[in-house]
């Protein structure tokens, strides 16, 4: 069997084993060379005699490369010459103190209308109400994701300031952020938010709601809390939900919530592209919550119950 399967090798089987042969003999030649320029027992890294490299991760002078930590083996010191001898910790480096998974952005990719002036909110608010009163003909159920931003107020005692940004989203394709600190609340917007055919929800959206009373003497109706709601249709322990936290828990994507724009100026004349950004995203994934979890069934509920609680536990539910 030997020499049929001799006599079938290809030849170019036949030359590479006889250059690889070559090349071997040629290496351990270089090996027994002396090195007639080094003093005995001295070795020069660039006189070294080399064998075979391996990858930078397999060697200790590569761990800043490799972000990986490197705990010697006990016993004696010279066993830590040899790598084989070297316990790899492939752990991050302490400094990495956030162990936390982190999951891709939740962000809103459509259009956003920024309007600033009277006539630029007025029209905003014209789109939303076509838009409302299309649903309202098609028989379907319209909400819409509201929410607000204020410049905050850093020394006690001082007054907190008025709401300034002002956001609303019903859809995958357009979020309007209205800067009413420098155009106010005009009437069709007025009629927009006392209208009852509408549900504004958010997470504590009562709280908006009563700023914006209180701000503007403007009444925002019907309104749906996303927390109260969560504890309705999710069969976990109740808890106060925040929109970061229940949009991880529904989408398994993180709400990004920088502290320099949470924290930045709203009152300014121009909203920045990350400000707008940030308003958008937060109305939107309000919206988009609510219709997740009005489609579940009530937690206190069987039929179905048990589906629906592990779409949501395991992030099984539609992905944005």
Not at 77 to 95: E, G, K, T
Not at 128 to 135: D, E, Q, V
Not at 248 to 269: A, H, Q, S, V
Request: glycine share 4%; charged share 25%; with cysteine.
């Amino acid at each position: 069997m030997e020499s049929e399967a001799s006599a079938s090798m290809p030849e170019w089987d036949l030359a590479a084993e006889e250059e690889l042969v070559a090349i071997e003999e040629a290496y351990l030649a270089k090996r027994k060379r002396p090195n007639l320029d080094q003093e005995p027992g001295q070795c020069s890294p660039s006189h070294r005699p080399k064998g075979r490299r391996l990858p930078d991760w397999g060697s200790p002078a590569s761990e800043p490369r490799s972000r990986t930590n490197i705990r010697n083996a006990p016993g004696p010191s010279d066993a830590i010459s040899n790598p084989r001898n070297v316990v790899w910790n492939l752990a991050p480096h302490v400094r990495q103190v956030d162990s936390k998974v982190r999951h891709e952005s939740f962000t809103f990719g459509g259009h956003i209308v920024y309007s600033r002036t009277v006539p630029e909110v007025e029209q905003a608010a014209m789109e939303l109400l076509h838009k409302i009163k299309a649903k309202e003909n098609n028989m379907e159920p319209v909400s819409l994701g509201f929410d607000i931003e204020w410049k905050p107020v850093f020394r006690r005692g001082e007054a907190p300031s008025k709401a300034a940004v002002m956001q609303i989203c019903m859809d995958f394709t357009h979020c309007y952020v209205m800067h009413i600190i420098h155009s106010g609340i005009p009437p069709i917007l007025k009629s927009l938010l006392e209208d009852t055919s509408s549900i504004k929800v958010g997470v504590c959206v009562a709280g908006d709601a009563a700023k914006i009373w209180k701000d503007y003497n403007v009444s925002v109706e019907c309104l749906e809390d996303l927390s109260g709601l969560a504890n309705l249709k999710l069969s976990v322990a109740p808890r106060s939900w925040s929109l970061s936290s229940l949009t991880e828990m529904l989408t398994c994507k993180e709400l990004e919530k920088p502290k320099k724009i949470r924290l930045g100026n709203w009152e300014k004349d121009f909203l920045s592209k990350e400000q707008l950004q940030y308003a958008a995203t937060d109305a939107f994934a309000s919206w988009y919550l609510y219709q997740v979890l009005r489609n579940f069934a009530d937690a206190k509920t069987e039929t179905n119950h048990s589906e629906d609680m592990n779409a949501a536990e395991s992030c099984m539910i539609k992905k944005i």
